[in-house]
Each structure stands twice: as structure tokens, then as C-alpha cells.
């Protein structure tokens, strides 16, 4: 008989509660569905049962940041007992659909909820910029949420006009990433390839600068919200490495095939695997090496499951000091973007039964989009920003064989004058 020491309730937006996850004596995460529960939380549990016996802790702990500082920082901001998902998912505004609770009541309505002031809000972020691993305010602010992921940020909810700190039961509308002191254009580099992302057709969230007393920030519409007759609604999301029912610890040990393998299992028709493919043949072509498990995510509702809009997209080679072999790539003989070659974009579709003209051709277009449209955004960068990018840009897809959308090779310069003016070498220099 298993001893059940521990529990932590789910309920789903609309307040039906949904299930309990249990914790046993020896430290086991499960998960147990209401008998009327209509919809599966995650791919990796399914109704039906029979799911591996991480997913259940996998799923929760990929909703809680990666870094154990941040967990810390969370900790004592919250109140909570421990660094433990359940205690620190507790009452807090989460990524996706659900809310969480240690006991059996869903969490009060917010009362009395809490307006964030300019003040408040610049010493946020400078809080951030100073110490990006301390996501919370030091000052005794009420906010609840959680955000998984490396990178310092904060959510926020937009209600009448007004600032306010999210928790349980007022779910958050933007996330906002203060730039760290220790990475320089971070801000201006993630928008323009977010920005680039929409130029190329790929469906992305409204994002901008949050300006506030001199500090400037990265600011993001949440895609897994919604208003609706006045109301926040929190939407179904999960990052593939909670479909997949693998914890964050290996997000960057999912491959492509992993990934499509888990595509063809959602839908056999294979549509969700082809407009996965162009994301990630963005993310190759904008020099985003970081672009792991869980930068991709799905989105169910009762019409389905579907991929939600591009996110954290950034050209990571824009410095040098990051890795720069691709997160995912796309097979052992390709470690860099820029040896990626058509016919190993061919070869990926046939191991995954796919139409090669179709994939070899999404990711030639996407190449030659996204140096075409790269060009337009010299106007809203700073010139030493415009040209590193241009050359990451260039040196990704250096051996893809862009292809314009009429199907003509599109003729891209490997080097422009300020490359040479300034030292780079050409990316045909490092190979």
C-alpha cells in the first residue's frame, strides 16, 4: 500500500478541479485525474493512464525556473517552506492552464490586489539587471508567480490601464526581462529577431521596450492568455519537455528526432511536425545555437493541439562567448548552423517518412526570408548591433542554399564592408 505524504491540487482555469499530484514516503511524484476530468493536463499524462512514472514530477518542476538561485530567491519571497515544486507552485500564477494549491480550496479571489507604481517597478528591474538569478522584489511586494527558464524576468498584469503584481487567481498578461548588466544589446537583439520572426510569417506574440526611470526592459505579451468578456483567461501550454514527461535538467538532451517522433504521436498527419520545422529552421537561420526542448511549446483546447507562437528567440552567436554549436542539431555531422546543408534538411525527412521537396524547401525559404527581411531592421538598431547581427545572420546560412519564395537561389553577400573594417573573418574562414 502507498503512503501518500503529500499532495498538490490542480484545478483548470474555469475552476474545476482536475486532480491531485501525491507525493509517497520514498519521495515519488504521481498524479491522479478527477473521475470527470475532461481533458488531459499534459501530453506526457494522459487520460487514460499508463504514463511513465517521471512525467508526473517532470511536468511540474519544468514550471518552475531552471536556475536553484532563482528557486531560493522564489523561496523567501513566497514564504515557502522549501525549494520543493509543490511548495513554491502554491497559490502562485504559473505558465499555462492550471492553478495550484496545497489544500483542497481553490485559491480565494485576488482582495485588495496590489498596483504596481513606477517605483516599485524600476527597482524590479534594477533588481534584475544587478542580480538576474533574483527575480523577486526585496521589498516585501505581493507577487506570486513562476517562470521557468535561465534567464531573469518578471511577470506583470495589464488591468485598466493599471500595473499589478499576479498570483493565483489574477493571471499575469506580460513578462518582462530587464536586460543583466553582464550581457550587453541583449534587449535590442532578442526584438529584432522576435520582430524578424513576424517579418518571415511566423506567429508571434506583440513584444516591446518597457521604459521606466531609466531602466529599459524586454516586455512580452503571454501567449497562454486571453481576455474574454473582461476576463484574464489562462490558456492550455506545455513545453515539449513536459510532453515529453522529461524534467529540465534535460532539455538540451532532446533532438529532433525526439521531437518529431513526439509530433507524429500528437497528430499523424504530420502538419504539426511541418510548421515545427519552420521554427526550427528559423532558429537555425537566426543563429539562435540556445534553441532547446523547452523553447518550443503546444496548446490544447478542446478544437486541439496546436504549436504556440515563437518565444525566446535570440541570436545567441551575437556573442562570442556563448556556445555556439546548435542546441538541436540537426545530426551528429552538423553541429553549427552554418554546416547545415540541404540534403541533410532531405535526409531528416526521410527518416520521419516526410516529403523532402516540402522540408528541404521550408528550410531554403525560411534561410532566404530571413536574410531578406533581416535588412530592414538597420533603422531600429543601433549600427554595431545591425552589423553583428547581419553577419551571425549570414554565417548560419552559409551552406543552407537560400531559396526565395519564387523559387529563384537568392544571392546573399557573405561580407559586408563593416565585417571587413571591423576584423570579423568571413564564415567561410572558420570552417
Known amino acids: 500500500m502507498v503512503v501518500v505524504s503529500d499532495v498538490l491540487h490542480a484545478w483548470m482555469d474555469d475552476s474545476r478541479h482536475v486532480g491531485v499530484f501525491t507525493r509517497d514516503g520514498d519521495g515519488h511524484i504521481g498524479f491522479e485525474y478527477d473521475v470527470d ?53 502554491d497559490r502562485v500564477d504559473s505558465t499555462g492552464g492550471l492553478i495550484f ?6 485559491p480565494s479571489a485576488s482582495e485588495g490586489i496590489e498596483p504596481v507604481g513606477e517605483n516599485m517597478l524600476a527597482d524590479q528591474m534594477a533588481l ?14 505581493r507577487a ?8 531573469g524576468k518578471f511577470s506583470l498584469t495589464r488591468l485598466r ?13 506580460h513578462i518582462v526581462k530587464p536586460q543583466p548588466r553582464s550581457l550587453g544589446d541583449l534587449r535590442d537583439v532578442e526584438l529584432a529577431v522576435m520582430r524578424l520572426a513576424g517579418l ?14 531609466g531602466h529599459d526592459a524586454y516586455m512580452v505579451e503571454r501567449f497562454d492568455r486571453s481576455v474574454r468578456d473582461g476576463r484574464i483567461v489562462r490558456l492550455r501550454q506545455e513545453d ?28 499523424a498527419s504530420d502538419e504539426l511536425s511541418y510548421m515545427w520545422l519552420e521554427r526550427y529552421a528559423f532558429n537555425i537561420s537566426t543563429a539562435n545555437s540556445d534553441a532547446h526542448a523547452k523553447n518550443y511549446s503546444l496548446m490544447t483546447d478542446p478544437d486541439g493541439t496546436r504549436l504556440s507562437p515563437v518565444y525566446d528567440a535570440v541570436a545567441t552567436r551575437f556573442w562570442p562567448e556563448f556556445v555556439q554549436e546548435y542546441a538541436m542539431p540537426m545530426d551528429e555531422d552538423a553541429p553549427f548552423a552554418e554546416w547545415v546543408t540541404p540534403a541533410q534538411w532531405a535526409a531528416l525527412a526521410r527518416r520521419h517518412h516526410l516529403d523532402e521537396d516540402r522540408v528541404t524547401s ?51 553577400t557573405l561580407m559586408t564592408q563593416d565585417d571587413r573594417s571591423s576584423g570579423m573573418r568571413s564564415p567561410s574562414a572558420s570552417r
Open 200 to 213: 518571415v510569417g511566423l506567429p508571434v506574440p506583440q513584444s516591446g521596450v518597457l521604459s521606466v526611470r
Open 37 to 89: 476530468a475532461m481533458m488531459p493536463i499534459s501530453v506526457s499524462l494522459p487520460l487514460t493512464g499508463g504514463w511513465a512514472r517521471r512525467a508526473p514530477e517532470a511536468f511540474v518542476d519544468n514550471l518552475l525556473p531552471d536556475e536553484e538561485a532563482a528557486r531560493q530567491a522564489m523561496m523567501h519571497r513566497l514564504g515557502a517552506a522549501s525549494t520543493d515544486a509543490f511548495d513554491l507552485l
Open 240 to 267: 515539449l519537455l513536459q510532453a515529453m514527461g522529461l524534467p529540465g535538467r534535460m532539455k538540451y538532451d532532446v533532438g529532433v528526432d525526439d521531437v518529431l517522433d513526439l509530433l507524429h504521436r500528437v497528430d
Open 362 to 412: 521550408t528550410a531554403r525559404i525560411m534561410a532566404a526570408r530571413v536574410l531578406e527581411y533581416a535588412e530592414s531592421l538597420s533603422g531600429s538598431l543601433a549600427p554595431h548591433v545591425f552589423d553583428r547581427l547581419m553577419w551571425c545572420l549570414r554565417k548560419a546560412n552559409e551552406s543552407i542554399e537560400p531559396l526565395s519564395d519564387n523559387g529563384v537561389p537568392f544571392n546573399q
Open 144 to 151: 506570486r508567480f513562476s517562470l521557468a527558464g535561465a534567464q
Open 161 to 173: 490601464g493599471q500595473w499589478y503584481w499576479p498570483d493565483a487567481m489574477l493571471p499575469s498578461t
Open 128 to 141: 534584475v539587471e544587478r542580480r538576474p538569478h533574483s527575480w523577486w522584489n526585496e521589498e516585501g511586494a
Open 101 to 106: 494549491s496545497r489544500r483542497e480550496e481553490l
